[in-house]
């Protein structure tokens, strides 16, 4: 599949959700109704780009969920009541992450193994720190959450950043391509000279910075922080890549995409709300979506490999 | 009121129709519950009751929609999305069983901000502007004490059953528990085991630790672990302890049982599913204008020796016993906390 069609299904999905969302829910079509539609996806599509640094270079990251759940912990304990001391814990957390990748790619450890355990770690911590729910959000970051921009939603405008500037930094500038290289063929970027554990490393700390990030902003949207606030985005963000345009094989990724998927898996669960389902399916509902979404990709796959094989003959 | 009433109560409520039937001023609004789990007795009794008393209360022109809603996951991120789908849905007054304290702060926030009316129960949350309808959960673990103390004069060793490690319920009613030890020192805690809320679980645990253990002449639990540990109890051989129960139908069966062949007497209390139903015609209440304070207290179900047998014929296998509550309990909630 080539970057073309790459970016056209998650951007197709996304309109048709969309579309179905504002037929069942008129009132969704308002710059109030678009935020708070989509205003619990930013921190959802922050954790996809973290996810999507990890899958970029061949590997999966168990733990996003549980990081992202110890990250809400430190902003609504220490980040509120010591900003130095919080801080510095998130960036330690972050060579944290670097680390791991480090140590993952020189002990060639399975990066899903070494996450499963982080995630552990991560929980466990969480717990130490918030062991009954609590905490308060920074003023600040609740200000930046629910800063009310002029004609378009703060949800959108922050969906477009981040997607513009992951984009700027992945597809557009050499590290990027560089990363990109490592989960394509690890072997060629080492015999070129450059050291793979470093870039490992480095795609490490970026899905930690982004990690980070999105749960800074999940407790700007809650006010709060509980130990257990995140563990569904483990998941979600492994399906938003998918759903975005990536692939399990490294190095075929794309930002704009994992971000449009992250979207259209919050959009879902609203859809399946709005529709009035009953509970007991909107489990399988909301797999039926990713698997219709992914079988249309595999169709579209099929097709590009048909052309391109009749262009070759 | 006593249970007997209650229970008498909500007979009479299904049987006849609403008592104070004009209320005209709430006809036009519309009530959702935000529920974060329906993967247990308890929370399926929930749903259902809520079903029953809001259906009939649209049926009544007393509201427009009680609709329930359930999210798959019971996660708090995921209920947060589905109480800012209410919003838009346009619900007047949104009814929370909470998947977290803190963590929908931000949704409910929004929600007040929209003009909705928040109650929420069970799971309650901090957020100032909504309403919370909690159970006292540290006195139903110092009541337990209590009623052994009143049994057992001359005190001795009780094994501790607790529920799901790190949830808040879990942490009150032991709390609850130890103050309860604190009140009467001649009990003294010789064991603890999670019992998960679970009889399986429970049975497993209590069969692991009971070696270790001396003499127990008491066994205090959370509900939903009574069965299971009477079931390790008997197969380890041990003389019976008073096991406090959880108005689990299982546990309500084999006390029933326990007690035609030997006279056992214990105590069971839990809370009733039914609190959904208060908590909606609380919603209905501030929606009608009524002053309610933003705290109210429910209280717990007791079944004692003389309102068993009723209350298990009542409760439907495999369930837990049960409760629905009217607009005048509602009430009357409203009025004992102003």
Request: glycine share 10%.
């Amino acid at each position: 599949m080539n970057g073309k069609y790459r970016i056209l299904l998650p951007v197709l999905s996304l309109t048709v959700l969309l579309a179905a969302v504002f037929y069942l829910q008129p009132r969704a079509m308002s710059y109030f109704g678009l935020n708070l539609l989509f205003n619990l996806a930013v921190p959802i599509a922050l954790a996809t780009i973290a996810q999507m640094m990890i899958i970029m270079v061949n590997d999966i990251d168990l733990s996003v969920g549980t990081f992202v759940s110890f990250v809400a912990c430190v902003t609504a304990t220490f980040l509120n009541d010591a900003p130095l001391l919080g801080v510095a814990i998130l960036l330690a957390s972050i060579l944290a992450y670097a680390a791991i990748g480090a140590l993952i790619h020189i002990r060639q450890l399975p990066a899903i193994v070494v996450t499963l355990g982080m995630s552990f770690v991560w929980g466990g911590l969480a717990v130490l720190l918030l062991p009954s729910p609590g905490g308060a959000a920074p003023a600040w970051i609740r200000t930046v959450m629910t800063v009310k921009p002029p004609l378009v939603p703060m949800a959108v405008v922050a969906c477009v950043v981040i997607a513009g500037l992951t984009h700027l930094l992945i597809m557009r500038s050499s590290t990027g391509t560089l990363l990109r290289a490592v989960g394509g063929n690890a072997q060629a970027v080492a015999r070129s000279g450059w050291s793979v554990t470093k870039l490992k490393a480095g795609a490490y700390a970026l899905a930690g910075f982004f990690g980070v990030l999105a749960g800074v902003c999940l407790v700007g949207l809650t006010t709060s922080a509980d130990a257990n606030i995140a563990l569904r985005y483990t998941l979600l963000s492994i399906a938003g890549v998918i759903l975005g345009g990536g692939e399990f094989t490294g190095g075929r990724v794309s930002p704009v995409g994992a971000v449009l998927g992250a979207l259209t898996l919050a959009l879902a669960g609203s859809f399946l709300s709005f529709m009035r389902l009953s509970p007991d399916w909107q489990i399988g509902a909301q797999g039926a979506i990713l698997i219709l979404v992914l079988a249309v990709r595999l169709i579209f796959s099929r097709r590009g490999r048909k052309w391109k094989g009749a262009e070759n003959g | 009121m006593n249970t007997k009433a209650k229970l008498l109560g909500a007979v009479a409520l299904v049987a006849v129709a609403l008592p104070g039937h004009a209320v005209a001023d709430t006809a036009d609004k519309r009530i959702a519950l935000s529920n974060n789990y329906a993967g247990n007795s308890w929370r399926q009794a929930m749903l259902e009751s809520w079903a029953k008393v809001g259906d009939k209360a649209v049926e009544d022109g007393v509201v427009a929609a009680a609709d329930a809603f359930t999210t798959s996951e019971n996660q708090a991120t995921e209920q947060a999305a589905q109480i800012q789908n209410m919003i838009l849905q346009g619900y007047d007054a949104i009814v929370v069983n909470a998947a977290s304290p803190t963590a929908l702060n931000g949704a409910i926030k929004e929600a007040c901000d929209a003009g909705i009316i928040v109650v929420s129960f069970d799971g309650i949350v901090t957020e100032p502007c909504a309403w919370r309808i909690a159970v006292d959960f540290k006195e139903m673990g110092r009541q337990q004490v209590e009623y052994l103390a009143g049994h057992l004069p001359d005190g001795g060793n009780l094994l501790e059953i607790r529920g799901l490690a790190g949830v808040f319920v879990d942490d009150e009613i032991h709390a609850g528990i130890e103050q309860g030890v604190a009140e009467f020192p001649k009990f003294k805690i010789v064991g603890s085991v999670h019992g998960d809320w679970a009889q399986d679980v429970a049975q497993k645990a209590v069969a692991g630790v009971l070696p270790s253990l001396p003499e127990i002449v008491g066994v205090v639990t959370q509900g939903g672990d009574g069965y299971g540990a009477a079931q390790a109890i008997k197969a380890a051989g041990r003389d019976m302890p008073i096991i406090v129960m959880g108005n689990r139908q299982d546990e309500m069966k084999w006390w029933a049982e326990a007690r035609d062949e030997n006279g056992y007497e214990t105590l069971s209390l839990s809370i009733a599913p039914g609190v959904g139903t208060l908590a909606f015609w609380v919603a209905q209440q501030v929606l009608d204008g009524a002053q309610v304070p933003k705290d109210l207290t429910v209280p717990f179900l007791k079944v004692t020796q003389d309102t068993l047998d009723e209350t298990l014929a009542a409760t439907p296998a495999g369930s837990v016993a049960n409760v629905e509550y009217s607009q005048e309990d509602a009430k009357s909630v409203i009025a004992a906390a102003n």
